[in-house]
């Protein structure tokens, strides 16, 4: 079992900040790569940022510039730095990980519960 608890959404004025945390805990072996989806009403879920395990970064092209992904390997842990921040930023964020449970285990993807971040004009 592997469990994914996001934190630090809400609500912030246009050109704020906010920085949210998610904790991977339970059973896990390693893993690869760590990061952010967002879905807006009406839209598909769409990457925001991703981090590797050695520490390469991909980001959208609407946050590049403005966000900032960030882990802490030793507790297994991802952060997302937003700043300058758009109305049109207003979804709903997903933590995601891709992650081995054993040493005989392939790679699976697992997901949190998702955090509303809103951003008011």
């Known amino acids: 079992q592997v469990q994914l608890v996001e934190s630090g959404g809400g609500l912030v004025q246009a050109g704020g900040s906010l920085r949210l945390s998610c904790a991977a805990s339970?059973?896990?072996?390693?893993?690869?790569?760590m990061g952010w989806y967002r879905q807006a009403p009406g839209k598909q879920r769409e990457l925001v940022a991703r981090?590797?395990?050695?520490?390469?970064?991909t980001y959208a092209d609407s946050v590049k510039g403005r966000f900032t992904i960030s882990r802490d390997n030793a507790k297994n842990t991802v952060y997302l730095q937003m700043n300058s921040l758009k109305p049109e930023d207003t979804a709903v964020y997903y933590c995601?990980?891709?992650?081995?449970?054993?040493?005989?285990?392939?790679?699976?993807?697992?997901w949190g519960q998702g955090t509303q971040v809103t951003v008011s004009s």
């Open positions: 995601n990980t891709d992650l081995r449970t054993s040493y005989f285990s392939g790679s699976s993807q697992y």
């Open positions: 339970g059973s896990i072996f390693w893993i690869n790569a």
């Open positions: 981090i590797t395990s050695g520490g390469s970064t």
